[in-house]
């Protein structure tokens, strides 16, 4: 009997997440301001993580734009059409990780959420790698994302990874998250914010506006 190729697709579920490496000089510009900050940020968290500080995030401007510029590019394709969305971040914070110490799940307000590491110790990612080798769940540091409570049959409801200084993950802010604690006496740092599409009422400044008109209109030239 001939054989004969059959054609056939699958179709593509879930959200955008998009993960890319961050410029060198954003991730120290973004370590100096979060070593300088003692404005403590943590009421508004849902770590149990003791430094928790605020950042300014319209010092950063330029590096967000970068940043929102390439999920616009992934997102186009992913949603099978042209993007062009303006966000603006609206709170940015540091968290200094240490030992025992985590995320438990999790989702944010806004439009977007992201977090950019500036620093992954090797022994917080040694710890994580000696677990690998005799379990097949998500290790000490790692950050995992999840659509469900727990896997479903023939599907993928949830992914992991163990991150790299430089790391930087973009995704909608609606979905879940954690991060796993570990055992390592050192401190993981890693930057998070909320983003919004559109302009909250409590950034109707002059400056804020000028700021979102600017942007919109050098992308329709």
């Known amino acids: 009997?001939?054989?004969k190729n059959i054609e056939y697709r699958?179709?593509?579920?879930?959200?955008?997440?998009?993960?890319?490496k961050a410029d060198?000089?954003?991730?120290?510009?973004?370590?100096?301001?979060?070593e300088q900050s003692s404005v403590s940020y943590g009421k508004h968290l849902a770590g149990h993580i003791k430094k928790e500080v605020k950042l300014d995030a319209v010092k950063h401007k330029k590096h967000f734009d970068?940043?929102?510029?390439?999920?616009?590019?992934?997102?186009?394709?992913?949603l099978g059409k042209e993007e062009k969305n303006t966000f603006l971040v609206t709170d940015l914070w540091c968290n200094f990780q240490k030992a025992n110490e985590f995320n438990p799940p999790h989702d944010h307000s806004g439009t977007l959420s992201f977090v950019i590491y500036l620093k992954v110790p090797e022994l917080m990612q040694k710890e994580c790698i000696e677990?690998?080798?005799v379990k097949t769940s998500a290790g000490p540091g790692c950050i995992s994302f999840f659509l469900a409570d727990s896997d479903k049959k023939n599907s993928i409801t949830q992914n992991s990874f163990l991150p790299v200084t430089g790391d930087c993950f973009i995704f909608p802010a609606w979905l879940?998250?954690?991060?796993?604690?570990?055992?390592?006496?050192?401190?993981?740092?890693?930057?998070?914010?909320?983003?919004?599409?559109?302009?909250?009422?409590?950034?109707?400044?002059n400056k804020g506006i000028q700021s979102v008109l600017e942007d919109i209109r050098k992308k329709d030239q």
């Open 24 to 34: 060198d000089e954003f991730i120290e510009s973004l370590l100096a301001d979060a």
């Open 66 to 78: 970068k940043m929102f510029a390439i999920y616009n590019h992934a997102l186009g394709p992913w």
């Open 1 to 3: 009997m001939e054989s």
């Open 131 to 133: 677990h690998q080798k």
């Open 176 to 205: 879940k998250h954690w991060v796993y604690p570990f055992k390592s006496d050192c401190t993981r740092i890693s930057v998070s914010g909320n983003v919004v599409d559109n302009i909250p009422l409590n950034l109707m400044s």
């Open 10 to 20: 699958t179709l593509k579920w879930g959200p955008c997440v998009v993960q890319f």
